[in-house]
Nanobody, 120 residues
Framework: QVQLVESGGGLVQAGGSLRLSCAASGSIRRINDMVWYRQAPGQQRELVAGITSDGSTNSADSVVGRFTISLDNSKNTVYLQMNSLKPEDTGVYYC??????????????WGQGTQVTVSS
């Protein structure tokens, strides 16, 4: 019943900005944490940034100072604000969440992915 829906990807020039969102819906008791991953063609999926329910965050060294992750608990939505984008940021961005559904144990969920392309 719980699902994640991502949006906000697109094509942007180097130095530009994008804001990704990932909205969780369904019978949710608590969102334990939400994490953004990305995957470039032919490469493994890597962690970009994550946030826990208490607001603690961590980010990959390659995006520190440029990307900001935030969580709006009232909307069950996580955001990834991406500034000063570089061509190497290009890839499919996936939202991953650990969510405790109503009356259940924590579960892992994946969004469908959203394409981010940064031109030089």
């Amino acid at each position: 019943q719980v699902q994640l829906v991502e949006s906000g990807g697109g094509l942007v020039q180097a130095g530009g900005s994008l804001r990704l969102s990932c909205a969780a819906s369904g019978s949710i008791r608590r969102i334990n944490d939400m994490v953004w991953y990305r995957q470039a063609p032919g490469q493994q999926r890597e962690l970009v940034a994550g946030i826990t329910s208490d607001g603690s965050t961590n980010s990959a060294d390659s995006v520190v100072g440029r990307f900001t992750i935030s969580l709006d608990n009232s909307k069950n939505t996580v955001y990834l604000q991406m500034n000063s984008l570089k061509p190497e940021d290009t890839g499919v961005y996936y939202c991953h969440a650990v969510i405790t559904p109503a009356g259940g144990w924590p579960r892992r969920y994946w969004g469908q992915g959203t394409q981010v392309t940064v031109s030089s």
